[in-house]
């Protein structure tokens, strides 16, 4: 199973998503896409098994992941302080991977229904489900 995680700006979500990933037992593929070399760095760091930087690497893999992870602005045009481009938002949207996104107040969008949580626990629930996944 191809786990591939996407962040930008300095790849916190990522990081921490990837050392839990890890603590949870999860031995297999994990391909760290950042927007940018700081993001890809920092999840590198966290025990992702390759990393990627750029559009076309989030093109790419995401057409290739079995599940993807990130903050959930890798599937809205321009979010991520302009760092997510139309074509990176939609090839995520588009892709037929299993997808797990971390809901962050930052990217503009309220999610009803879903409880004020800490970002740690919101990181936590995703690992969770990720490692149902697989």
Same mark, same amino acid.
Do not use: H, W
């Given at each position: 199973?191809?786990?591939?995680?996407?962040?930008?700006?300095?790849?916190?979500?990522?990081?921490?998503?990837?050392?839990?990933?890890? #603590?949870?037992?999860?031995? /297999? !593929?994990?391909?760290?896409v950042?927007?940018? $070399?700081? &993001?890809? *760095?920092?999840?590198? %760091?966290?025990?992702?098994?390759?990393?990627?930087?750029?559009?076309?690497?989030?093109?790419?893999?995401?057409?290739?992941?079995?599940?993807?992870a990130?903050?959930?602005?890798?599937?809205? #045009?321009?979010?991520?302080? /302009? !760092?997510?481009?139309?074509?990176?938002?939609? $090839?995520? &949207?588009? *892709?037929?991977?299993? %997808?797990?996104?971390?809901?962050?107040?930052?990217?503009?969008?309220?999610?009803?229904?879903?409880?004020?949580?800490?970002?740690s626990?919101?990181?936590?629930?995703?690992?969770?489900?990720?490692?149902?996944?697989?």
């Amino acid at each position: 199973m191809r786990i591939v995680v996407i962040d930008g700006q300095g790849g916190g979500f990522g990081r921490t998503l990837i050392e839990k990933l890890r #603590a949870g037992g999860y031995t /297999g !593929e994990i391909l760290a896409v950042g927007t940018n $070399a700081a &993001a890809t *760095s920092a999840m590198m %760091k966290a025990g992702a098994s390759a990393g990627a930087t750029g559009e076309n690497a989030v093109i790419v893999n995401a057409r290739r992941a079995d599940v993807i992870a990130g903050p959930m602005g890798i599937v809205i #045009a321009n979010s991520m302080m /302009g !760092e997510c481009s139309p074509a990176m938002a939609l $090839a995520v &949207a588009d *892709s037929s991977a299993r %997808k797990v996104l971390i809901p962050v107040s930052k990217c503009g969008v309220q999610i009803g229904g879903l409880p004020e949580l800490p970002l740690s626990e919101y990181i936590a629930d995703a690992a969770r489900r990720i490692l149902s996944l697989v």
